[in-house]
């Protein structure tokens, strides 16, 4: 079964490529989208779950936004001036993995009061939540998609017998 270059990137240079593009960006998000759960039920925005959220937030963006840099210099470009993609799956798989960077950005920029300086707590807070849900999103495609055999996108899949 041949993989997509989403899968790829995790399997090879084991363990460090998991830990650097799947490990340190997840564990980050996932960390705000929890905290975000306790901020978004308590109302509180103070203390150490929004200190938590907040950090968390503002390091995911900027380590992501290396990481979409990074990638899109030595993979991107490089796989679509040779023609090298494996088919529509692979596209999608790479494509949403790297969406991640808006929401993950955007939680950094909201953060860092580069956006939204004049918002209220309530405004800033369902714009926090809409970032969280949106990378949740782009994240679960990207998962989904890079699972995938990439020939199924052009018939040419390998079938199981059972």
């Given at each position: 079964m041949s993989m997509t270059h989403y899968m790829e990137l995790l399997a090879v240079n084991q363990p460090w490529n998991l830990i650097l593009f799947m490990a340190i960006p997840v564990i980050l998000a996932e960390t705000v989208a929890i905290t975000e759960l306790a901020i978004l039920f308590t109302r509180r925005f103070d203390g150490n779950i929004r200190k938590v959220n907040k950090i968390?937030?503002?390091?995911?963006?900027?380590?992501?936004?290396?990481?979409?840099?990074y990638l899109f210099i030595t993979a991107v470009?490089?796989?679509?001036?040779?023609?090298?993609?494996?088919g529509w799956i692979d596209v999608i798989a790479v494509t949403f993995y790297l969406l991640g960077v808006i929401p993950l950005f955007g939680l950094t920029l909201l953060d860092?009061?580069?956006?939204?300086?004049?918002?209220?707590?309530?405004?800033?807070l369902k714009v926090h939540a809409i970032f969280v849900g949106i990378f949740l999103i782009v994240a679960h495609i990207a998962m989904i998609f890079g699972m995938l055999d990439p020939s199924l996108g052009n018939g040419q899949g390998h079938h199981m017998n059972m």
């Open positions: 968390c937030s503002i390091i995911g963006g900027i380590y992501f936004l290396f990481v979409f840099i470009i490089p796989l679509t001036m040779n023609g090298e993609w494996r860092l009061h580069v956006i939204g300086r004049n918002w209220s707590e309530e405004q800033k």
